[in-house]
């Protein structure tokens, strides 16, 4: 019960804010920087998950087991970065340009579930709901069977790396991209899709737990794995001779950019961010390896990311 309640299907379950967004172009007589959204399928549940998180951090607090500072900040920072994705001008601007679109993805499939990870919040979230939703609500769908098939499935260390690149993959194919741009659902997919692979990849990687499913060592080759790819998918995007998707107008040359200047942005971002995955990536497993060679020199030490 306890190993399922700390799954990354339950992260993604309950850190998740409701697809829908408020996606459109940008009308010609509208500051770019004053576009902040305000839907409140988006707003409403990662409030609700703030307060949540809050009540569980107080709870937890009387009892001598508070997060850390350094886990708080993570979480609140994950939490900012869903919502200067879906909230913020780079919402409608994205769909004008592809590098801001490619720093919306970076913020939805790394930055955000990353962060949410590194806080091990579930403790806390857990904590904080009511009760009878823990009882009533949360337990059915822990000891739910189809639940727990899919999270064997998504959280295996085959699966998740191959899901988290070829969803990359996938929506940067130039005509499914094209599509996915105009067509409001097959957006929200492409996002959702997006933070779900996310969630599952890093908490594979970056699992802080002595029961995590990999090795540290395991986790190092599949961290570059996918890193590789995900780079050379940047470097093919960045040299291309001619524009490769259509549906980007640059804000009908507002800013000055011409499409391949942007689709050569757009590509580095996908390029140089990706390396730095691996980087950061490596950072937190090494960290996690120094933290766990610590612990066994001093067994009777508590792992507070744990507790």
Request: positive net charge.
């Amino acid at each position: 019960m306890k190993q399922s309640l700390q799954s990354p299907a339950f992260a993604s379950l309950a850190l998740l804010p409701a697809p829908s967004i408020a996606h459109g172009l940008l009308p010609d007589d509208t500051s770019p920087w004053m576009a902040w959204n305000l839907t409140l399928s988006i707003t409403l549940p990662l409030a609700f998950i703030v307060l949540v998180y809050l009540r569980g951090w107080w709870k937890r607090s009387r009892r001598g087991k508070p997060a850390s500072p350094g886990q708080a900040l993570a979480f609140f920072l994950g939490m900012v970065c869903f919502h200067i994705a879906l909230q913020s001008p780079i919402e409608p601007l994205s769909n004008h340009f592809l590098f801001i679109h490619q720093v919306e993805h970076l913020l939805l499939r790394v930055l955000g579930p990353l962060l949410t990870i590194l806080a091990m919040p579930l403790a806390a979230l857990i904590q904080g709901l009511p009760r009878s939703i823990r009882h009533h609500v949360l337990v059915p769908v822990v000891r739910n069977r189809v639940i727990q098939t899919l999270y064997g499935f998504f959280s295996h260390p085959l699966v998740a790396p191959l899901l988290f690149l070829a969803t990359l993959i996938f929506w940067q194919v130039p005509s499914i991209h094209d599509l996915a741009v105009q067509d409001r659902l097959l957006h929200e997919l492409m996002h959702l899709s997006m933070i779900v692979s996310g969630f599952f990849f890093w908490w594979l990687i970056a699992d802080p737990r002595k029961t995590a499913r990999l090795p540290l060592g395991i986790r190092l080759i599949a961290l570059w794995v996918v890193t590789v790819p995900n780079t050379l998918l940047g470097a093919w995007i960045t040299l291309a001779k001619s524009p490769l998707y259509n549906v980007y107008d640059v804000l009908q040359g507002r800013w000055d950019v011409d499409r391949l200047f942007d689709q050569q942005l757009g590509g580095l971002l996908i390029w140089g961010p990706g390396a730095m995955m691996g980087v950061i990536g490596t950072a937190v497993i090494l960290f996690l390896w120094i933290r766990s060679d610590q612990t066994s020199s001093h067994p009777g030490k508590v792992n507070t990311a744990v507790t």
